[in-house]
């Protein structure tokens, strides 16, 4: 099994930043993607960034130039840098690992953690 525990959210003015942690605890497989995925209210769970093990990214075109994703795998910590953040963004996230297990791939999902920007 594998635990995921976000922090680091919370209420932020227009044109602020928060910065998200994610801890993974558990049987962690080496081969994973690490990444963040939000939802607001009244629609559907979106990408916003990943970040595999070897250090390739992925970003949302909503958040291409101001989020930015990082991992340390010594110990199993992933991060979002949110910067310029807008109403827009406000939306619960989630942490998610996928890995690759034998050819066969396991999700995870954290608890998620509140974001909300006043406009």
Known sequence: QVQLVES?????QAGGSLRLSCS?????FSRNDMGWYRQAPGKQ????????NS???????????RFTISRDSTINMIYLQMNNLNHEDTAVYYCHIRMNMF????????QGTQVTVSS
């Open 8 to 12: 680091g959210g919370g209420l932020v």
């Open 55 to 65: 250090g390739r990214t992925n970003y949302a075109d909503s958040v291409q130039g």
């Open 45 to 52: 769970r979106d990408l916003v960034a990943t970040v595999s």
């Open 24 to 28: 993974a605890s558990g049987s962690i």
């Open 103 to 110: 050819g066969q791939l396991h999700d995870y999902w954290g």
